[in-house]
């Protein structure tokens, strides 16, 4: 049986990290032994792009170049880890990926969604998650969640106009997606949050007869 990709996606401080440990604790409940990773980055040269992406002195990056720069992470991690693991039955859960290409590049900084559909086909080699849950939160909130925190990355000191930008494109695709997309409502209490993404997972394991695939555990 092949495995299943789930993605986290939402904008600042909604609450990705948090909820990811959640859901791999979860899936490992059913006897799923998850491969975690993250966007940009997950491989070693994943990760040193994206260092360059974040790296606040690289202010001069132009929209092309900060694309390219996401898919090309997006082309490593997907042949180097995503493929070979689904091949193999894993699952994969990944904190973001091409959505939030559409959501950043594409409403953030107004490039051609047809040219990021494009590299999504050969960069990212046409791999779709099964699952994506939306983490969906008012922007203000999530910038006041994660103000404090430390020095803002280079797509951190972005303003607020970016990031409605960001949350719009964001819910379009989970609009245009309802058999993919689940919007949980991140402006709540993280029990509540955590609480709805158990809902979901729970339907998409039983509607993909996951624990019996994997063996779960009695
Ligand atoms: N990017 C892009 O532009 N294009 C792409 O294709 C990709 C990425 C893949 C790095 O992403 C940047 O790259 C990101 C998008 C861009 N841009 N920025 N800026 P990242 O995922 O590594 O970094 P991030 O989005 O900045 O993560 P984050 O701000 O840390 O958000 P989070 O992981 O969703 O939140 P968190 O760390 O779990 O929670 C933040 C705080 O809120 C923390 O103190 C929690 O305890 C608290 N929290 C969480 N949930 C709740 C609730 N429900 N109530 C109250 N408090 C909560």
Redesign the pocket.
Known sequence: MKGKLITLE?G????????LDALRTQLAQHGIDAVVT???GGTPVGEAIRSL??DPARAGLCAETELLL?FASRAQLVRELVEPALAAGRWVLS????D??FA??GGGRGQPLARIAELERWAAAGVRPDLTLL?DLPVDEGLA??RGRGPA?R??MENAHFFENVRDAYRARAVADPARFRVID?S???AY?LAQVHDVVAAFLDANGAARAQGARP
């Open positions: 939402g600042e401080g909604a609450g990705k990290s948090t909820v993250r966007e940009p992406l974040l996401m904190d973001r990926f091409t939030a290409s950043y590049q983490l969640r994660v990355d797509i951190e991140s709540r209490p993280l949050v």
